[in-house]
């Protein structure tokens, strides 16, 4: 059986970055926090619990003085700045960057009196986060059919939420058109996230099943398992080694793997090692039954 893992599995610059500053933040504070899950996977949470990274709910859970508040790679709207300037915390803003660029376009637009259109998921904190550097006055669309119900004013300017499958967007941007044909789009999913989805889909043609790794909290693992199943292939989304079933691998001869941008190394490690585990006992088993046959 032939594994093959996708080019870019795994932590993206964005999410390495947060979590490195938040490491290196839990070193020198008595306290560092980040407002909900650094990132949307449960081990990577887990470990920086044990280096004393806390995710709180809101600024009410912060209690110990000398603490940093962590700003996590999704970003935030101008009010938790101001929260924490208000009560004193010190900010360490791991946005990340490309985030950030979003932010500034969305602002400036805004500010331009545009009317700002995000694309992506209502609840996510991206999406939160960008919205507010409008004023709140962006408004959300997460799928095509809403288009029909939502004016789509004559000053009108499109982004996107960084994590988006490009086909979507795309799709999107179609119907938006039919609309108003002059409308400002900017494309702003991550280069990062196009490549991943790209080399997800090659990978898809050429294997016979497909193993995506991450939380399954997270929004572009779930997006990766959306495009491999659209393939063809047998997908399955995983979010440790444990949930892998050996019966999955029986018939097949190359798999491929990929990974979300907040999965870790360590996992997709771990998960290939029990795939080569099942492949020997499959070797052995085999060999066993030969040996009675003979
Ligand atoms: Fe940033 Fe793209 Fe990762 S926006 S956090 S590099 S998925």
Known sequence: ???????????CSGVKRAVDKAIEASKKAVAVYTLGPIVHNNQVVSKLTENGVKAIENFDDIIENESYLVIRSHGVG?????HAEELGIEI???????VKKVQRKAKQLYDDGIQVYIIGDPNHPEVIGIKEWTDNTAMVIENKDEINSINIVENAAVVAQTTLREEFFNKIIDKIKEQNENVIIDNTICEATKKRQENTKSLSDDVDLMVVI????SSNTKKLKELASKE????????TANDLKADWFKSCKKIGVTAGASTPDWTI???IEKMKEFENQKQSQESEENKENQ
């Not at 059986?1 to 932590?11: L, P, R, S, T």
């Open 232 to 239: 063809g292939v047998i997908t399955y989304h995983v979010e």
């Open 269 to 271: 490690k771990e998960v």
């Open 92 to 98: 360490i803003d791991a946005t990340c960057p490309f």
């Open 78 to 82: 101008p009010s938790t700045f101001k």
């Open 214 to 217: 991450g939380g399954y909290n």
């Open 1 to 11: 059986m032939e594994i093959v893992v996708a080019q870019g599995a795994g932590f």
